[in-house]
């Protein structure tokens, strides 16, 4: 059994959810004259890839420490969408289960593609990454109860629309923009859309049912798309921690591994050497133009 790296690169450079603290280093210590280099860190807990725990908006739930490895390592499907969702544009269940089979209590794992806009890529966009991804609707989170998820897991900045963030208040020109894709694909404007009742929906309304999910993977998650594999989170046994940093794999067997290997070495790679596929963001260049024309 190998390992499959699904996480992000985690440095000063790596930018916290807007307004959250970033992350911060110092030597407290260095080897000449301690005989030892040793660091303080100072950051919140959603950044770079992160599991969001119930106690994030849930006060009566679960705290990190309590999660079982059991319900953290699980059969997932991946999905990626870059084909047919971009710029502040709304995913269906319907999405999904065209392109995967999602079974009950799975952990889904979903690539729209944006992390190709994480600050580790070439075609890195932070404000694209955070402020423009895609997102669900009121129907998705019906499913993904219905289906029983374990958890679920997206490529990008926040598992909601970020137009259904306080985002929408701290970005005008970005939620202008999303007002006219609104308007021209869905035939509403945002607040009719995401009215207050839905405000945060994967957050508020899944974490009570013990569906969580996890922010900003990444890594060689290229490899792995439109498939089902058995992937893991490993954050820290945190006690009354409301999320998690954490690492992120998928479990591959040796033969397997050895063929995503060599598919890897022949794709380009970001300074961190995690590969990535060109045609996602030529994909989702396109929605974008498309969207916003």
């Not at 440095?11 to 303080?40: D, S």
């Not at 502040?88 to 999602?102: F, G, N």
């Not at 729209?112 to 994480?118: A, P, R, S």
């Not at 598919?263 to 498309?290: Q, W």
Request: with cysteine; charged share 25%.
């Amino acid at each position: 059994m190998k390992l499959i790296d699904l996480t992000i690169p985690l440095g000063i450079g790596t930018p916290a959810w807007p307004t959250y603290e970033p992350l911060q280093v110092k030597y407290f210590k260095r080897l000449a004259p301690n005989g030892a280099n040793g660091q303080i860190l100072t950051h919140s807990n959603h950044l770079g890839t992160h599991l969001d725990g119930e106690i994030h908006f849930y006060t009566p739930g679960k705290d990190m420490a309590s999660l079982t490895m059991d319900y953290l390592v699980h059969d997932a499907a991946v999905v990626d969408l870059s084909d047919v969702v971009g710029e502040y544009d709304v995913y269906t269940s319907k999405m999904i289960e065209e392109r995967v089979e999602v079974k009950d209590g799975d952990i889904l794992v979903i690539h729209t593609g944006f992390h190709h806009f994480g600050w580790d890529q070439p075609t890195a966009d932070e404000i694209r990454y955070m402020v423009c991804h895609p997102g669900p609707d009121q129907e998705f989170a019906d499913w993904a109860k219905k289906k029983n998820l374990r958890w679920i897991a997206v490529d990008c900045g926040s598992a909601d629309h970020p137009m259904n963030t306080i985002i929408r208040n701290w970005m005008p020109r970005q939620a202008k923009q999303a007002e006219y894709v609104f308007k021209k694909k869905y035939g509403m404007p945002l607040e009719e859309f995401f009215d207050d009742k839905k405000y945060q929906l994967m957050h508020i309304d899944l974490f009570p049912k013990e569906i969580i999910h996890a922010e900003c993977f990444g890594g060689d998650i290229d490899l792995i798309l439109n498939r089902r594999i058995q992937v893991g989170f490993f954050p820290w046994r945190f006690v009354d921690g409301e999320a998690s940093i954490g690492r992120a794999v998928a479990f591959v067997e040796d033969d397997e591994y050895d063929k995503l290997m060599a598919k890897k070495a022949s794709m380009p790679k970001t300074k961190f050497g995690d590969c990535y596929d060109p045609t996602h963001v030529e994909r989702l260049n396109k929605i974008r133009a498309a969207n916003l024309s």
